[in-house]
């Protein structure tokens, strides 16, 4: 790709002074140099690893701010009317890429806490920060049956515990946090304040809704309409009588209490790799670092992240890109099993990418969330099951456990959509509202259990891109097994094949581009209302 460029820029005839250099190079370079040491940075920070290539965490700080400063000033210097199309595409990548790292990483500020949470004069930023540090400080000690949990560890004991006396125990763990973020409902309660900043906000930047609604080229009335339609296939596909929020998601959890015999924590890893493996990708080729040994400090959430970026080096070879992914899978299980192909599924995206360093990056993240569930919802087919636990469960079974955790991802995207766009609403009447008609759960308005993510405190609009993702996953997955065939038991094209038509682009290609070409028209729900509605008839449990 780079020496493609190189060929076109001197058709164009180039840089006045030095027509072979491309203006970017000097930028793209300390790109890298900035990125590798963010990266090795934030692998040592993990508590990964004391040191990573010989520097300690220290050396990598230095490293990092050195060349934060210098990328900083050559993208500065770049001229921009100078550059052609893709150049210009380029600086845009590598200026938001940079933006992503200067947000995460700003030193200086004192951390917020969620005492901060009380303080009606704080800003948009300061709220949200102290909303999510509620998560951390009240989230990480949920007082339940004597001692604490975490706010993970209930969640997933709300899918497992079978005397439903335990569960509603396990809700009222979280009322201090509920407590934190909505007060008592009020108008001025920390949740509402948040909430009218966000909106307030995204007047002039945006909100991640009007971002997703743009990376697809759609309206928010298409988004709207896609959750609803989405929510209305739940609805119809299940049992009307109502049940109890405690309930709903050991409703959804007998496939994972079903498979948990098959899948003990020790097997994730190697059927991971199996199946990719029959995909065509070899993780341990790869050079995939799996963090996954359990340690005090160890982050809550599972993510994947780069540990050194791919390039191409000065004969045209491409030096790989390492992904590292951290997770923490004591009970192994069915649940375990999807978010572990998940966080593979971005190794092997970012692993694919074969482009200019200004791209080496991520895509939308809308787009990048929805590709990771393409392998991961494989989990829940009968044929991935048969192939690889030796048994297969119930269909319906199985996609109550899929689209269950999905239903209520969608239920959060079209609760934030309805905040944002009016934020004087009462959080708990619309929560009760979505969930009343469209889940069946009894409505109990007076709790705002709503407030179970740290996105919804923290981040306010985020869950868009895993609720609208669904949409997205589906049509890639029924186009793959179109042009290339079935891969719930294996593919060995699909490696290759995705990664020329989806995964080397990195962040060159916004989501729009990458599915007007992969479907030949735009995206729409079709796709998963067709996966929704296999719940309706598919046998009995
Ligand atoms: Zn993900």
């Known amino acids: 790709m780079r020496r493609a460029a190189i060929i076109i820029l001197l058709l164009a005839g180039g840089c006045a002074s030095d027509p072979v250099r491309d203006p970017l190079a000097d930028a793209e370079a300390s790109f890298l140099a900035f990125l ?8 040592i920070e993990s508590g990964l690893y004391a040191e990573y290539e010989g520097r300690d965490l220290r050396a990598w700080q230095a490293l990092e701010q050195q060349h934060r400063a210098e990328l900083g000033a050559r993208l500065d210097a770049v001229d921009a009317a100078s550059l052609n199309a893709e150049q210009a595409n380029a600086l845009t990548a590598m200026r938001r890429t940079f933006g992503d790292y200067a947000e995460e990483t700003a030193p200086g500020a004192a951390a917020p806490t969620c005492a901060d949470a009380s303080n009606p004069d704080a800003g948009f930023a300061a709220l949200t920060g102290a909303l999510a540090a509620c998560f951390r400080e009240l989230g990480n000690q949920m007082p339940f049956e004597g001692g604490t949990i975490s706010r993970g560890t209930a969640l997933q004991l709300l899918h497992d515990i079978d005397e439903p006396e335990r569960r ?4 009222d763990a979280f009322t201090p946090l509920w407590q934190a973020l909505n007060g008592n409902n009020e108008p001025d309660s920390p949740y509402r304040r948040a909430i009218r900043l966000a909106a307030e906000d995204a007047k002039t930047g945006g909100s991640y809704i009007d971002q997703a609604a743009q990376a697809l080229g759609v309206t928010h009335a298409d988004i709207e309409r896609w959750l609803v339609e989405m929510l209305e296939a739940w609805r119809v596909a299940n049992d009307p009588r109502p049940i109890e929020p405690w309930d709903f998601r050991h409703s959804i959890g007998a496939a994972n209490r079903l498979l948990a015999e098959r899948i003990p924590p020790e097997a994730l890893l190697p059927l991971n790799q199996r199946y990719y493996l029959d995909l065509g990708a070899d993780l341990q080729a790869l050079g995939v670092v799996h963090d996954l040994a359990e340690r005090p400090d160890k982050s809550p959430l599972a993510y994947c992240d780069f540990l050194v970026r791919g390039r191409y080096e000065t004969d045209g070879s491409w030096r790989p890109t390492i992904a590292r992914i951290v997770g923490a899978y004591p009970q192994g299980g069915l649940f375990s099993m999807n978010e572990l192909v998940h966080e593979n599924g971005h190794a092997v ?11 080496t990056d991520w895509p939308d993240t809308l787009f990048t969330e929805a590709f990771a569930d393409v392998p991961a919802w494989s989990v829940y087919e009968p044929e991935w099951q048969q192939k690889y636990l030796g048994t297969a469960i119930d269909a319906r079974t199985s996609l109550r456990a899929q689209f269950g955790g999905v239903i209520l991802d969608v239920a959060w995207s079209l609760f934030e959509l309805r905040m944002l766009r009016d ?3 009462d959080p708990n009447a619309v929560w009760t509202d979505i969930t009343s008609h469209y889940l069946h759960i009894k409505p109990h308005p007076d709790v705002p259990w709503w407030a179970m993510r740290v996105q919804l405190g923290g981040n306010p609009g985020y869950m868009i891109h895993y609720g609208l993702g669904a949409v997205l996953t589906a049509e890639i997955r029924q186009r793959t097994a179109e042009l290339i065939g079935p891969m719930d038991a294996g593919n060995p094209q699909w490696y290759a094949w995705s ?28 796709a998963v209302l067709a996966q929704m509605r296999r719940m309706d008839g598919a046998g009995s449990d």
């Open 36 to 43: 590798d040491a963010a990266n090795a940075a934030g692998a």
């Open 168 to 171: 509603k125990a396990v809700f």
């Open 349 to 359: 995206h970012i692993s694919a990418i074969r482009n200019r360093p200004a791209f």
């Open 423 to 425: 934020p004087a609403l």
């Open 499 to 526: 990664s020329e038509q989806l995964l080397r682009f990195g962040s060159e290609r916004d989501t729009r581009r990458l599915m007007q070409d992969l479907l030949g028209r735009a995206p729409d729900s079709a």
